[in-house]
């Protein structure tokens, strides 16, 4: 007997050993995933803030120029429409080879103006437009480098690698030591990046113009989406009859809400810009086309809402003598409301983040105006981070992983207003 109940014992011993030392390896599986995911989202940001953090730093050059009344105005007319035109590159090239004296030929002198932005002779231009009585004087002037500049000071080029396989010449590395040399050349913070649109030129492209084509886009998402959303969810939730009709439609926006995003963008294209004719690539249709995306997600998270409010709410308003919509409209809809911006700002962010349907509809265009309104042409963050992907130039690189700190930036900000607006107004039952 005794025998007996030690061999159960050791064996219950055995099974317990067996069993906790599988629930500390199910344990540390789950750690390890869990670290591993950490591990990866680490990984992704140190590289994003690595290749992106010197795009909020650009080179600038320190020049004095003269504005030559013979170059600028020579019949001393001062008309506007005469000092537009002026060659202003001309003093800039006539800056640097004060600076650099001994530059001749027409290959060194292409050279020596390839340091400076073209940006430089557009900001000349603009200043003796607005105060014509500049000409005839010198002016100190702080102005953008080109690219391959920025990127030498950045340490982004190689020097140790032929002259052939730089995209800078020994001369204009030389002619840009010497600036440092002489504290003309320095790095300062990239103003321009936030307030500029896209541009051909690196140093000369912003994200301002797809902040502004984002910001359209998700107004006209967020006017159409979170009244048709929570009308359609109040309907389905509070007042419509349970027959095979409401149940497929239940059934459709749940399909609805997994359908890749990109045949979202070819309904637009066939509804939007061939049967009604709307303008491409204009934020209007941007707005149309990821209200479609977003309905199916405000619509499920507004039911969930309104199914988490006790129906002891409902029934003591109807036992008041409310009527069914005044219980809705006044008790249950107000405690719903949380839960159900939660659900449209989370939409809103899926939204946010969306390139393939505004593909579709032509918002990849190039786009240099910042829009002024709704059916001008205009693009937006992701597709501005497309584009910049896709381009050759070094200094583009950084400019994508900078474009993309800014979308997780505002990707950040809506998510964590859905979490305290939910933490502020949701009542716990």
Same mark, same amino acid.
């Given at each position: 007997?005794?025998?007996?109940?030690?061999?159960?014992?050791?064996?219950?011993?055995?099974?317990?050993?067996?069993?906790?030392?599988?629930?500390?390896?199910?344990?540390?599986? +789950? $750690?390890?995933?869990? @670290?591993?995911?950490?591990?990866?989202?680490?990984?992704?940001?140190?590289?994003?803030?690595?290749?992106?953090?010197?795009?909020?730093?650009?080179a600038?050059?320190?020049?004095?120029v003269?504005?030559?009344?013979?170059?600028?105005? =020579?019949?001393?007319?001062?008309?506007?429409?005469?000092?537009?035109?002026?060659?202003?590159?001309?003093?800039?090239?006539?800056? @640097?080879?004060?600076?650099?004296?001994?530059?001749?030929?027409?290959?060194?002198?292409?050279?020596?103006?390839?340091?400076?932005?073209?940006?430089?002779?557009?900001?000349?231009?603009?200043?003796?437009?607005?105060?014509?009585?500049l000409?005839?004087?010198?002016? /100190? @002037?702080? %102005?953008?480098?080109?690219?391959? %500049?920025?990127?030498?000071?950045?340490?982004?080029?190689?020097?140790?690698?032929?002259?052939?396989?730089?995209?800078i010449?020994?001369?204009?590395?030389?002619?840009?030591?010497?600036?440092?040399?002489?504290?003309?050349?320095?790095l300062?913070? *990239?103003?321009?990046?936030?307030? *500029?649109?896209?541009?051909?030129?690196?140093?000369?492209?912003?994200?301002w113009?797809?902040?502004?084509?984002?910001?359209?886009?998700?107004?006209? /998402?967020?006017?159409?989406?979170?009244?048709?959303?929570?009308?359609?969810?109040?309907? &389905?939730?509070?007042?419509?009859?349970?027959? #095979?009709?409401?149940?497929?439609?239940?059934?459709?926006?749940?399909?609805?809400?997994?359908?890749?995003?990109?045949v979202?963008?070819?309904?637009?294209?066939a509804?939007?810009?061939?049967?009604?004719? !709307?303008?491409?690539?204009?934020?209007?249709?941007?707005? &149309?086309?990821l209200?479609?995306?977003?309905?199916?997600?405000?619509?499920?998270?507004? #039911?969930?809402?309104?199914?988490?409010?006790?129906?002891?709410?409902?029934?003591?308003?109807?036992?008041?003598?409310?009527?069914?919509?005044?219980?809705?409209?006044?008790?249950?809809?107000? !405690?719903? !409301?949380?839960?159900?911006? /939660? +659900?449209?700002?989370?939409?809103?962010?899926?939204?946010?983040?969306?390139?393939?349907?505004?593909? !579709?509809?032509?918002?990849?265009?190039?786009?240099?105006?910042? =829009?002024? +309104?709704? /059916?001008?042409?205009?693009?937006v963050?992701?597709?501005?981070?497309?584009?910049?992907? +896709?381009?050759?130039?070094?200094?583009?690189?950084?400019?994508?992983?900078?474009?993309?700190?800014? $979308?997780?930036?505002?990707?950040?900000?809506? *998510?964590a207003?859905?979490?305290?607006?939910? *933490?502020?107004?949701?009542?716990?039952?």
């Amino acid at each position: 007997m005794n025998r007996s109940i030690a061999e159960t014992r050791a064996r219950v011993e055995r099974s317990l050993k067996r069993r906790r030392w599988a629930e500390r390896r199910f344990q540390a599986y +789950g $750690l390890g995933a869990v @670290l591993l995911g950490v591990g990866f989202v680490a990984i992704m940001f140190s590289s994003l803030i690595s290749q992106g953090w010197s795009a909020f730093r650009q080179a600038y050059v320190t020049l004095e120029v003269f504005y030559d009344p013979e170059i600028i105005d =020579p019949d001393g007319t001062r008309k506007p429409e005469d000092l537009a035109i002026a060659d202003y590159a001309a003093l800039i090239r006539n800056s @640097l080879k004060a600076k650099f004296p001994g530059v001749e030929g027409r290959a060194a002198t292409k050279q020596l103006a390839g340091l400076v932005s073209g940006s430089a002779a557009q900001e000349l231009q603009r200043r003796v437009v607005a105060t014509p009585s500049l000409i005839g004087q010198k002016q /100190t @002037l702080v %102005v953008l480098t080109s690219d391959t %500049v920025d990127q030498l000071l950045k340490g982004r080029i190689d020097r140790t690698l032929e002259e052939e396989n730089r995209t800078i010449s020994d001369q204009q590395i030389r002619w840009a030591d010497q600036w440092v040399r002489d504290g003309q050349l320095s790095l300062r913070f *990239n103003q321009r990046f936030f307030t *500029n649109g896209d541009s051909r030129e690196p140093e000369q492209a912003g994200v301002w113009g797809a902040i502004v084509g984002s910001i359209y886009t998700l107004g006209v /998402t967020l006017l159409l989406s979170f009244p048709i959303g929570i009308a359609a969810a109040i309907y &389905l939730e509070e007042f419509a009859r349970r027959n #095979r009709w409401t149940d497929l439609i239940e059934v459709n926006i749940n399909n609805l809400a997994a359908v890749p995003s990109i045949v979202f963008g070819l309904l637009g294209l066939a509804m939007f810009l061939n049967f009604f004719g !709307m303008p491409r690539s204009a934020p209007l249709v941007g707005g &149309l086309v990821l209200t479609l995306l977003t309905l199916p997600t405000i619509i499920i998270a507004s #039911r969930a809402a309104l199914k988490a409010v006790p129906p002891s709410i409902r029934e003591a308003a109807l036992g008041m003598g409310a009527s069914r919509i005044q219980t809705v409209m006044h008790h249950v809809l107000p !405690m719903a !409301m949380p839960g159900m911006l /939660t +659900g449209t700002i989370i939409g809103m962010a899926r939204a946010l983040g969306e390139t393939a349907p505004l593909l !579709m509809i032509g918002m990849v265009a190039f786009i240099v105006d910042v =829009p002024k +309104g709704l /059916t001008d042409p205009a693009t937006v963050l992701p597709v501005q981070v497309f584009l910049w992907a +896709g381009s050759p130039e070094r200094a583009f690189l950084e400019r994508t992983s900078a474009a993309i700190l800014v $979308l997780l930036a505002f990707l950040v900000l809506m *998510n964590a207003t859905a979490v305290v607006l939910r *933490n502020r107004f949701e009542r716990r039952w």
